[in-house]
């Protein structure tokens, strides 16, 4: 490994847990040349960067995905006065991404392995990282500093969250002692969303044992229209915080949760980083694949289920990454699951 760090340019532009994975990686690289004062560099997508900005040691470009080659034109604009990188990782495969990385100037250019390449991701890379199949997202991800020399042995977010934001999320219901299942029903991936009266059912068995339910989400019409739907069937009272916080003020209110219901999301991977527990709902994706890194315990898993009903063969006989993104294939995750593993939650906890 060189005494110095080399100059870097780590290019992932979404989505928000992805983004999440790649802070893990950050932190390797600055503990392995912890006397390097030069930035990292970091281009990542508008949202992302409301996520992360002020991450400490990195210097964010941000790529508009609505700009397109005009965009890549000013970044690479933007890029010119850095040089020429040592190294970019290139960790997304989209050809977008791809082409993106086209405008960043580096003599190395390491992209994923064959097994996770698509949309000519080949093309545009020299070197590959080299890491099992059937990993976790993150550990994927944090394999990009080994052709460089370090090993991810730790999993260390540390995310930006200002003080500003850990108030308004402390201001948002009192520190009175009662637990608090905070609810995020939506993924970007719609296919991946559980229903209304399934969370209302898991959320009023909650209430019933003493705990707080808060909804939480953004500012799309489908993420109020099910926050609606919820809170329309539930028979327990609910905090709706739906479109009321900003990216930087997220976290700080899903670090409050004393446990987090969500289908596979940013706010999964981003609740996870700042240590919250996950009651995760997956049959649409594998969730030891991308469920909540730290702790899946609670989480249901019906992608086997899913695998063989809507593909035909069990899960272990899928490419690793398959998704299940059929019409209802949520359905497989029954209320008594969810309920199962809240269970699971406070026989563990005490609550």
């Known amino acids: ?3 110095t760090r080399p100059s870097l340019c780590l290019l992932r532009l979404s989505a928000l847990g992805d983004v999440t994975h790649v802070v893990p990686l950050v932190r390797t690289l600055q503990r392995a040349w912890p006397e390097t004062e030069a930035p990292l560099h970091w281009v990542i997508d508008k949202a992302g960067h409301k996520l992360l900005e002020g991450l400490d040691g990195v ?11 005009a965009g890549m034109r000013a970044l690479r604009r933007e890029l010119a006065p850095c040089g020429r990188f ?14 993106l990385s086209a405008f960043i100037q580096a003599r190395r250019r390491i992209g994923y392995d064959r097994s996770r390449s698509k949309d000519l991701h080949g093309l545009f890379v020299n070197e590959r990282i080299h890491a099992p199949e059937r990993i976790h997202v993150l550990d994927a991800i944090g394999s990009f500093c080994q052709p460089l020399g370090p090993v ?6 540390d995310l930006p969250v200002p003080e500003q934001a850990h108030a308004w999320a402390r201001a948002q219901w009192p520190d009175d002692g ?6 995020s029903p939506c993924s970007s991936h719609e296919r991946r969303n559980w229903y209304p009266d399934r969370y209302a059912a898991v959320a009023d068995h909650a209430a019933a044992q003493g705990w707080r339910i808060v909804l939480c989400g953004g500012r799309s019409d489908l993420e109020r229209r099910t926050a609606d739907a919820i809170a329309a069937a539930m028979q327990a009272p609910v905090l709706d915080l739906v479109g ?7 976290p700080a209110l899903l670090a409050r949760a004393e446990l987090v219901m969500t289908p596979d999301s940013g706010p999964m991977h981003i609740a996870n980083a700042m240590g919250s527990k996950v009651l995760g709902l997956h049959a649409a994706s594998n969730p030891e694949r991308s469920g909540p890194y730290s702790d899946r315990r609670y989480c249901v898993d ?3 289920a899913a695998a063989r009903r809507f593909l035909g063969k069990p899960a272990a006989e899928l490419k690793w990454g398959t998704k299940i993104e059929f019409d ?3 359905s497989l995750v029954a209320v008594d699951d969810a309920i199962a593993a809240f269970e699971r939650y406070r026989s563990d906890h005490g609550h």
């Open 1 to 3: 490994m060189p005494a």
């Open 59 to 69: 210097r964010f470009h941000v790529y508009d995905k609505s700009s397109g080659l």
């Open 86 to 99: 040592d190294a970019l990782l290139q960790m997304q495969v989209a050809l977008r991404a791809n082409l």
């Open 152 to 157: 991810q042995d730790e999993v260390a977010w």
């Open 178 to 183: 009662v637990p608090t299942l905070l609810i």
């Open 244 to 250: 009321k916080d900003t990216l930087k003020q997220l």
């Open 302 to 304: 019906r992608y086997d």
């Open 328 to 330: 209802d294939v949520m």
